[in-house]
């Protein structure tokens, strides 16, 4: 039994020492902006393997230069209450839950899918660090790390982040590259009806990029937009919502 508890004791350790790697990293993030992403850098190998020359775009922009309309067009999409909670949504979190046992129990075997209630800090933590693997292991660990965000730094700085490094279609990462991409623009001006389109593409950013990408997405854009213009002046950009203020 010794070499059991060995084993455990190593695998325990690992678990630790990742742990720690995680919260040093994000620590470093307070003042110095992350490099990529462990989603781009898989994306970067799916379309380049080991060529040095590389379709991906990206172009950091400062939170004070993306104008409210995106950052609220965009938590309209994703994560109307993101400037309120602490970095999950247990009653989203507990549907999501409840839809994945119906779908394995009616047809799933060994899979598990977890999709849906997952808020912008858990979105970040699995595009920052993790695969898109879906299993439960993946899930708790993403849940840790959700955890050291919202610990470490300031909802401002993860929104910033968040739009920085989430993907908008095939190789195009954060606002900067977005807004060139498809309107040769900045978020600094982007319009409202822009900003809109930008964030209804988030669910399924590369069919919103190109069709090849669309047959597994069911999403209708022009709707979503619709909706997302409907309700964008009803979110709040800060911690704290005060009535007639936006």
Same mark, same amino acid.
């Given at each position: 039994m010794r070499w059991l508890s060995y084993f455990l004791k190593c695998v325990l350790c690992g678990l630790v020492a990742m742990q720690v790697f995680f919260a040093i990293q994000i620590g470093l993030w307070t003042s110095l902006d992350p490099s990529g992403t462990a989603f781009q850098r898989a994306e970067r190998w799916r379309l380049c393997s080991w060529h040095? #020359?590389?379709? %991906?775009? #990206?172009?950091? =922009? #400062?939170? *004070? /230069? %993306? *104008?409210? /309309? +995106?950052?609220?067009? =965009? +938590? =309209?999409s994703e994560d109307d209450i993101f400037f309120q909670h602490k970095g999950v949504r247990v009653e989203d979190m507990q549907k999501a839950w409840e839809k994945n046992q119906q779908k394995n129990h009616l047809g799933g075997k060994s899979k598990v899918a977890l999709r849906g209630g997952s808020t912008i800090t858990q979105q970040l933590a699995k595009n920052l660090f993790l695969s898109s693997e879906q299993n439960y292991f993946r899930k708790a660990q993403e849940l840790i790390i959700t955890g050291m965000l919202e610990l470490t730094l300031s909802k401002q700085r993860l929104f910033e982040i968040y739009l920085n490094s989430v993907e908008w279609g095939e190789g195009i990462f954060g606002i900067g590259a977005a807004a060139q991409h498809y309107f040769v623009s900045t978020p600094a001006v982007l319009s409202r009806e822009e900003s809109a389109a930008l964030a209804s593409a988030l669910p399924a950013p590369k069919c919103f990029d190109k069709a090849q990408y669309c047959r597994k997405a069911n999403i209708n854009f022009p709707i979503r937009q619709d909706f997302i213009l409907e309700n964008m002046d009803r979110v709040a950009l800060t911690a704290t919502i005060k009535s007639g203020s936006h």
């Open positions: 040095w #020359s590389c379709p %991906i775009q #990206s172009n950091w =922009v #400062s939170y *004070n /230069h %993306i *104008n409210g /309309h +995106l950052k609220r067009a =965009v +938590l =309209v």
